[in-house]
């Protein structure tokens, strides 16, 4: 089952409507960093709204790279995106395992702990964008609601989940965005409101109803402009030239130390686990 986002205009065109499943991209990540189920939830739910937000990027080529740095033992979270909607993300500690809430379900907030998520946009400008705000709670929907309305000025309504079973493998995950436009009335604000409540089980719905059943079911009679459908995927760009171009950029100084200490220059690509090694031949043929 491939990831999917749609997108399109409601409730009289004042609100943008993204609906995304992720699951099989949460799965990868899981296959990739062998992750636990409360690294899963947090790292799947921040790359959710990652690809969100690189939906709304103006070019292919534009890049996306996102922190949520807590306190909790998780560590920082990091994901990569871009245009094309090719995402990637890593956690410092995808063996994290914290005690359920009392409701029974993964305790993210825990997890991540207090903090502060960066957003860098990468748009071909001659300096990228930033923003940046405090965590509220280290759950991510809340977070990145507080980031888009003090950050991008953008009042924003986010659902996120991430259901995981058993085996550790993901059964449903995605999301329901949202997003104001400037001329949205009190009247279409309160539908809003009321709609997001019925979505506080958002993995669930993904899983059972998946995103054209959700539109269906949710937004049939509310929806007023054509129905956009992407395909996001969990890609790692990285490739041994790229290492190569990283490596020039350390100096030769550096990489003759780094060889006469450990024999090798070793580089393990955060993202997908893949090693690259450099001999000393290697490095001598980089800077002829």
């Given at each position: 089952?491939?990831?999917?986002?749609?997108?399109?205009?409601?409730?009289?065109?004042?609100?943008?409507?993204?609906?995304?499943?992720?699951?099989?991209?949460?799965?990868?990540?899981?296959?990739?960093?062998?992750?636990?189920?409360?690294?899963?939830?947090?790292?799947?739910?921040?790359?959710?709204?990652?690809?969100y937000m690189s939906s709304g990027l103006k070019s292919q080529k534009d890049k996306l790279y996102v922190t949520?740095?807590?306190?909790?033992?998780?560590?920082?979270?990091?994901?990569?995106?871009?245009?094309?909607?090719?995402?990637?993300?890593?956690?410092?500690?995808?063996?994290?395992?914290?005690?359920?809430?009392?409701?029974?379900?993964?305790?993210?907030?825990?997890?991540?702990?207090?903090?502060?998520?960066?957003?860098?946009?990468?748009?071909?400008?001659?300096?990228?964008?930033?923003?940046?705000?405090?965590?509220?709670?280290?759950?991510?929907?809340?977070?990145?609601?507080?980031?888009?309305?003090?950050?991008?000025?953008?009042?924003?309504?986010?659902?996120?989940?991430?259901?995981?079973?058993?085996?550790?493998?993901?059964?449903?995950?995605?999301?329901?965005?949202?997003?104001?436009?400037?001329?949205?009335?009190?009247?279409?604000?309160?539908?809003?409101?009321?709609?997001?409540?019925?979505?506080?089980?958002?993995?669930?719905?993904?899983?059972?109803?998946g995103v054209d059943g959700i539109i269906e079911k949710y937004f049939k009679e509310e929806i007023t402009d054509?129905?956009?459908?992407?395909?996001?995927?969990?890609?790692?760009?990285?490739?041994?030239?790229?290492?190569?171009?990283?490596?020039?950029?350390?100096?030769?100084?550096?990489?003759d130390d780094i060889i006469e200490k450990e024999g090798q220059v070793k580089v393990d690509c955060q993202f997908?686990?893949?090693?690259?090694?450099?001999?000393?031949?290697?490095?001598?043929?980089?800077?002829?």
């Amino acid at each position: 089952m491939k990831n999917k986002l749609v997108k399109t205009l409601v409730f009289e065109n004042q609100f943008s409507l993204s609906i995304l499943d992720t699951t099989e991209m949460v799965n990868r990540a899981i296959e990739i960093h062998d992750l636990s189920p409360v690294a899963s939830a947090a790292l799947g739910r921040t790359m959710t709204v990652c690809t969100y937000m690189s939906s709304g990027l103006k070019s292919q080529k534009d890049k996306l790279y996102v922190t949520v740095a807590g306190d909790g033992p998780l560590g920082k979270i990091t994901v990569c995106g871009n245009g094309e909607l090719q995402m990637r993300g890593a956690v410092d500690n995808p063996y994290v395992d914290i005690p359920l809430k009392p409701n029974g379900k993964l305790d993210v907030g825990g997890a991540v702990g207090k903090g502060r998520l960066t957003v860098v946009k990468s748009m071909g400008l001659k300096e990228p964008y930033s923003g940046s705000s405090e965590l509220v709670n280290g759950e991510i929907a809340e977070d990145f609601t507080k980031y888009y309305f003090y950050s991008e000025q953008q009042p924003i309504a986010v659902a996120l989940g991430v259901k995981i079973g058993v085996d550790g493998k993901c059964v449903g995950a995605g999301g329901v965005i949202l997003a104001a436009l400037p001329f949205a009335t009190e009247k279409n604000i309160v539908k809003v409101e009321n709609i997001m409540k019925e979505f506080t089980d958002v993995s669930t719905k993904i899983q059972t109803l998946g995103v054209d059943g959700i539109i269906e079911k949710y937004f049939k009679e509310e929806i007023t402009d054509e129905i956009v459908e992407y395909s996001p995927e969990y890609k790692c760009l990285c490739s041994k030239d790229y290492v190569k171009g990283i490596l020039i950029s350390l100096g030769k100084k550096e990489l003759d130390d780094i060889i006469e200490k450990e024999g090798q220059v070793k580089v393990d690509c955060q993202f997908c686990e893949k090693k690259y090694i450099f001999s000393k031949e290697d490095v001598e043929e980089l800077y002829k």
